[in-house]
């Protein structure tokens, strides 16, 4: 069964630093993975989607890297501003049992402050 | 539309009571999902849709929910005989693949 873990649960820093937010799974036999942004109150907002054949990918501030056979993301956001405040979420689509069905970790509440 | 709709938006329901939550999802993606997130938790997996079918039920949690979906469009998830420990957000996404999936804003469900 595959299980995917977010390091740190929550951070907090002032504006204007790089940050790295950690994703880790079990099961390397994945299709893709996802990192999703969610505002309080809202659903998910797709940021970006790696191919398990990809290394990584960018946009704007954004930079994720996937290292499938480590089983691990790093979602990489540059120079935070208070608007990036908000909970990530990093998923996995599964090769096996239901292709289709993406596993999601806990999260990272991240705040940015001014 | 453009984006997933889901409604209501706030469903408070009597415990015992049958609930219909509805979701349309973006025109042509013909993937569609079905998760749960309860407060503090992580998203939970209920149920896929390919099409009409549903090749992967595995998350339903009791053989109180179920979900249909017709005409490649439109899926209901129904509760029936809600308990308090139903009480969530559940939160619907569609997708064309490769493209990811688009989230709807959810529905929170309150059982009291």
């Known amino acids: 069964k595959q299980e995917v873990t977010q390091i740190p649960a929550a951070l907090s820093v002032p504006e204007g630093e790089n940050l790295v937010l950690n994703c880790s799974f079990t099961?390397?036999?994945?299709?893709?993975l996802q990192w999703f942004r969610q505002d309080p109150g809202k659903g998910l907002t797709s940021l970006l989607l790696?191919?398990?054949?990809?290394r990584e990918q960018t946009s704007g501030r954004l930079n994720a890297s996937l290292d499938k056979s480590s089983g691990r993301s790093t979602l990489y956001i540059a120079a935070s501003q208070p608007g990036d405040s908000a909970t990530y979420l990093c998923?996995?689509?599964?090769?096996?049992?239901?292709?289709?069905?993406?596993?999601f970790g806990t999260g990272t509440q991240l705040k940015v402050e001014l | 539309g453009a984006g997933v709709s889901q409604s209501p938006s706030n469903k408070v329901t009597e415990k015992g009571k049958d609930v219909e939550l509805r979701c349309d999802p973006i025109s042509g993606h013909t993937a569609l999902y079905w998760y749960r997130q309860s407060l503090g938790q992580g998203l939970e997996f209920l149920i896929y849709?390919?099409?009409?079918?549903?090749?992967?039920k595995s998350g339903l949690p009791s053989d109180r929910f179920s979900a249909e979906r017709t005409g490649g469009s439109v899926s209901t998830l129904t509760i029936q005989r809600t308990q308090q420990e139903d009480s969530a957000v559940y939160l619907c996404?569609?997708?064309?693949?490769?493209?990811?999936?688009?989230f709807g804003s959810g529905t929170r469900l309150t059982v009291v």
């Open positions: 099961d390397s036999a994945i299709y893709n």
């Open positions: 996404a569609s997708s064309l693949r490769p493209m990811p999936l688009q």
């Open positions: 790696i191919q398990s054949s990809q």
């Open positions: 998923a996995v689509e599964g090769v096996t049992g239901g292709g289709n069905k993406l596993t």
């Open positions: 849709f390919q099409g009409n079918s549903a090749p992967d």
